[in-house]
């Protein structure tokens, strides 16, 4: 073989491992995105139940006009979940009541987050009190 010969066979092996490489990155980019985007889908979905529970009347099964952590049972009845957390192919999501009158909503996902070491989070605060009912923060 000649030189130009190894050289064009180098510069192909490079082109393909950073195409692959390329290709790895973009993938688990848009899977990592994807996966946030059903987590808050599924929290803004989870968190209209809550404020649905909360203006429910307590006599046809919703939750009393201010939310308690004695509410924390009837609400996951509410929502047909076995305890505080429940699992979808997005991710596993849990709900707590408190006192203050708030219900924390938080998903955790099934990728890997931006810090390359924690999954997907995100929670969702349902405020009974507040003019802005649900607020959602991105974690990672």
Known sequence: MGTNQIMLVILSVVLVAVGTALGIFIFQNQSQNTNRQLLVTDL????????RFWRTPVSMGGGAPTITTEDQA??????????????????????????????????????IGNDNENPVRAEMIVDTNS???LTITLIN
């Open 44 to 51: 803004n979905f989870l968190g209209t139940e809550a404020l």
């Open 131 to 133: 003019d802005h009912l």
């Open 74 to 111: 009837q609400l996951e009845f509410y929502l047909h979940w076995s305890g505080n957390t429940t699992t979808t192919a997005s991710g596993t999501y849990s709900v707590l009541a408190n006192d203050d009158g708030t219900i924390n909503v938080t998903g955790i996902g099934t990728e």
